[in-house]
């Protein structure tokens, strides 16, 4: 049996030949059906919507008679709105006396919705050429945008990344978290490449993404190279308290460098994670041991987390001695977030970067490797850019989300641009 090629390079076609052949067994005409009506019913809500918001700045109903009307109509141009549901054909009305309407579901010359742009975006960063999203769109929306068009978007969410990457900085940030993520990275072979991120909480207790490197490593020139950057940018440090990070030496080396003042809190989390791994016993010790561990910083004072600490150590240190030295190194730094208990909650680990790094993860997991810095770089920013988006626009309650899963073999496959 010939096996049918269902990559993304064949995806639209072969869907095209998957409901021709159940059209002719009859099973998708009622799909179709569906599909043409929730169509119309999307293109009749584009257009209420246009003749509401031209009720409201005009002042009047059409015909209607009241001294409060601003201008009368005239007449309708037809216009092309593609969003993620297709193309819709509205009428746009006009007004007279040069009365300018501003119709909010689109600005002027606008001929495409901002998520269907996002949509194209998407499609180049997963690996389709500009010619391939084309044919994808036509097959599955009923309209696609030509590679010049699409060319152009690239280009855009270019120079909005060059912006994100030179804008000042307000210095209005309390606590810094760094932490780093590691990706795969087609150079001469696949190698691991790490991005850096830096995390800060404003004063007003806000948290944003500051920004991103793609670095060599972990190493103090790279980490000294993104924090100068953000010094120079204008986050100087003035109300800089502390700078919460796992224990790279080259992080907390650049740290001392750049922000000598700010304290710095190893998180202790990765000091956990640093004991259970080291534990030699794990089935006869792992449980109660991490148990008291855990304890230790659920104290209610440093005082006290010490003493916890030290009967901790008394207890262990000849049952798990390799565990028990790998816990007292720096266990010191782990406590600084006691000083400043108003704001433990963000600043005594790096959960608070690591849960933007986990959904970051996710939604790159479908890549096994990028095929260039340019790639990593439009997906990272273009996933921050959503966390703001979000942010400002949260979603109201009982709204669900719907997230397209792909399933994909094991072997890698490389988000590249053509």
């Known amino acids: 049996m010939r096996s049918l090629d269902f990559s993304t390079d064949n995806l639209g076609v072969r869907w095209q030949y998957v409901k021709r052949n159940l059209s002719e067994l009859g099973i998708v005409d009622a799909f179709d059906n569906f599909e043409v009506g929730a169509h119309r019913v999307i293109q009749d809500f584009i257009q209420q919507g246009i003749y509401q918001q031209l009720t409201l700045q005009i002042g009047a109903d059409r015909y209607q008679r009241t001294p409060l009307r601003l201008s009368t109509r005239k007449g309708e141009y037809e216009r092309f709105f593609t969003t993620t549901f297709g193309t819709s054909q509205v009428n746009v009305p006009r007004a007279r006396k040069g009365l300018k309407i501003d119709y909010r579901l689109f600005d002027k010359y606008q001929r495409r919705s901002k998520k269907f742009d996002n949509m194209i975006i998407l499609s180049l960063l997963l690996g389709f050429s500009t010619r391939k999203q084309r044919k994808f769109f036509r097959a599955f929306i009923g309209d696609a945008v030509s590679q010049t068009t699409a060319s152009k978007l690239l280009k855009n969410l270019e120079e909005s990344l060059r912006e994100f990457r030179t804008r000042p900085i307000e210095d209005q940030y309390k606590y810094l978290i760094i932490d780093g993520l590691w990706v795969h990275l087609k150079e001469e072979r696949i190698r691991q490449r790490v991005i850096l991120f830096v995390l800060g909480i404003t004063l007003e207790n806000k948290k944003e993404i500051v ?56 998180c202790y989390v990765h000091k956990l994670r640093n004991l259970l791994n080291n534990i030699r016993h794990k089935g006869k010790h792992r449980k109660e041991m991490m148990e008291q561990a855990r304890g230790i910083y659920q104290a209610s004072s440093k005082q006290e987390a010490i003493k916890r600490f030290n ?23 782990t406590l600084a977030y006691f000083d400043f208990m108003h704001d433990k909650n963000f600043i005594s680990t790096t959960n608070h970067l690591e849960i933007d790094l986990e959904e970051i993860k996710r939604r790159i997991k479908i890549q096994g490797y990028f095929k260039s810095e340019r790639s990593v770089n439009f997906w990272v920013y273009g996933i921050i850019s959503q966390f703001r988006e979000e942010e400002k626009d949260p979603k109201p309650k009982g709204m669900l989300d719907y997230d397209i899963i792909i399933k994909k073999e094991p072997e890698y496959q490389s988000a590249q641009f053509s």
């Open 211 to 266: 920004a991103f490197k793609l670095a060599k490593g972990e190493t103090e020139e790279e980490a000294t190279s993104l924090l100068n950057d953000l010094y120079r940018r204008g986050l100087e440090g003035k109300h800089l308290k502390l700078i919460s990070s796992d224990g790279s030496k080259g992080i907390r080396s650049a740290i001392k460098t750049v922000y000598p003042y700010a304290r710095w809190q190893l």
């Open 311 to 333: 009967r901790f150590c008394l207890e262990w240190q000849n049952k798990e001695p390799y565990a028990i030295r790998c816990f007292q190194k720096d266990f010191y730094e």
